[in-house]
């Protein structure tokens, strides 16, 4: 079961993805892979309609491994790993992931992962454009002029 959009206001999308031990149930198309269902994939980016980054939650089973490298041509990559260990390499390095590792992966870097423990490798991949950052940190909010009110 792949999540579907909950609601939907003037300006917010939501979408309940489910507690993470479903997200191995997940499936999702790889336009490099044609024909080709990657499991415990999914992609957000049609749920919320993301516009300047697409965003996808994975389960990588126990024992698994992303069977081949890749690259992007303009998407640099952020994984943020929430349960679980494995490997990551980049390059031909090795880097130790488990819970709470975060990795940022420039678009020549040629990466793959595995799970090489007995549980679950949880994880969410971000991708925007390299250099396509306008402003870091809290430069690019703006502060609304009214006061915090929450119903009773």
Known sequence: MNPTTKAQGRHYTVADLGAPETWKGHTA???SL???EVPGKFFLHPVLGLTG???SVNCLPAGAKVPFYHSHRRHEELYLFLRGRGQFQVDGEVIEIREGTAIR???PGERTWRNNSSEDLYYIVIQAPEGGLASPGTEDGVAAQRRVSWPA
């Open 105 to 107: 992966v420039a678009t």
């Open 34 to 36: 044609p024909g080709v």
């Open 29 to 31: 198309q790889v336009d």
């Open 53 to 55: 980054m697409e965003v």
